[in-house]
């Protein structure tokens, strides 16, 4: 069966296509679940957290974005529950050392990346960033939602990647940008792609002509 129809019979209530369906995801998600939870055991309990949110919520599946990137928002939201829950900040795993100081938890984290992203890079750049590495979309499927090109997507990601990855002092961020870091937060806890997307649309220039320059 294709995906498409592995989707309807799974919609339609055949457990046996939605756990088909499922399976070549299994192993990135539950991959994404360890790095945000960084605990094995914890990132197998949200894992089993992702499966049954999607498959309640398949049947709303309208294929605007590919499955994959669907499911890696189910399982971010699931994490960021997950962190919530605990109240506090994600166990250390195995292989890495414990940290004496203060460690972000997902939630801050996801915040700095967004500030950083607001504050250091130009629209395009940006827009390519957060649905790609953000999102889970796929080139063609970002290029599609902002009007450009998989090549201008890519080469804006590689930009975004570069410059987002070199030191910046630590400072506080001005008003206007936490204000819209929060309204992106929102977004995103609440699984309104919808909205993420129209405040990147209004971030900035997406016309073919601006990413020359992104």
């Known amino acids: 069966m294709t995906e498409s129809e592995l989707i309807a019979a799974a919609s339609a209530g055949?457990?046996?296509?939605?756990?088909?369906?499922?399976?070549?995801?299994?192993?990135?998600?539950?991959?994404?679940?360890r790095r945000m939870l960084r605990s094995e055991h914890d990132a197998e309990d949200a894992l089993?957290?992702?499966?049954?949110?999607?498959?309640?919520?398949l049947p709303g599946f309208e294929?605007?974005?590919?499955?994959?990137?669907?499911?890696?928002?189910?399982?971010?939201?699931?994490?960021?529950?997950?962190v919530d829950r605990r109240g506090r900040r994600p166990a250390v795993s195995d292989e890495e050392p414990p940290d004496e100081g203060h460690e972000p938890d997902e939630r801050e984290a996801l915040e700095e990346a967004l500030t950083a992203a607001h504050e250091r890079l130009p629209a395009g750049q940006r827009a390519a960033l957060l649905l790609r590495d953000g999102l889970g979309y796929t080139a063609r499927e970002s290029a599609a939602l902002l009007g450009t090109t998989t090549v201008s997507v890519n080469s804006a990601l590689q930009r975004a990647r570069v410059s987002i990855g070199a030191p910046r002092p630590g400072r506080t961020p001005d008003p206007r940008t936490?204000?819209?870091?929060?309204?992106?937060?929102?977004?995103?806890?609440?699984?309104?792609?919808?909205?993420?997307?129209?405040?990147?649309?209004a971030d900035g220039p997406v016309a073919e002509r601006h990413w020359a320059y992104a």
Request: proline share 1%; net charge positive.
């Open 14 to 33: 055949d457990g046996h296509a939605f756990a088909a369906l499922l399976r070549p995801y299994r192993a990135e998600l539950h991959a994404h679940c």
């Open 178 to 201: 936490a204000a819209t870091v929060r309204l992106y937060l929102e977004a995103v806890e609440h699984d309104d792609i919808d909205r993420f997307i129209a405040m990147l649309r």
């Open 48 to 57: 089993q957290e992702v499966m049954v949110r999607a498959w309640r919520a």
């Open 63 to 82: 294929g605007r974005a590919s499955l994959r990137g669907w499911l890696h928002r189910i399982a971010t939201n699931a994490c960021l529950n997950e």
